[in-house]
């Protein structure tokens, strides 16, 4: 069986600047997931998925982040802080991501 959820990102704005081969940005985010039917523990990297017993609750996040055009492909560092969260949720107050251009 496939899995499944119904999710709603509500509001994702962002605004930024550029300087060269650098953009800054901040950022606001919020967003849902409900009704997920699919695994919930993964034992390769002892992780668990805890479901809420609020459908409606929704997670919300402020930051900022940089992205660079590097001679490697971009590059993007992001500061993120919840605004509301569950007390089960993870934070990743930081993230690191790159890829290639096309």
């Not at 899995?3 to 081969?21: K, M, Y």
């Not at 940089?66 to 605004?83: K, M, Q, V, Y």
């Amino acid at each position: 069986m496939a899995n499944v959820c119904d999710g709603l990102n509500i509001l994702e704005l962002g605004a930024g600047s550029t300087a060269g081969s650098m953009a800054g940005m901040v950022f606001a985010d919020a967003g849902a997931l409900w009704h997920y039917v699919g695994p919930t523990q993964w034992i390769v990297t002892n992780e668990r998925l805890q479901l809420s017993n609020n459908d409606m609750f929704i997670n919300s996040s402020v930051g900022a982040g940089i992205l660079w055009a590097s001679p490697f492909g971009p590059i993007r560092f992001d500061l993120a802080f919840p605004l509301t969260k569950q007390i089960f949720d993870r934070k990743q107050m930081f993230r690191f991501g790159g890829g290639t251009t096309f």
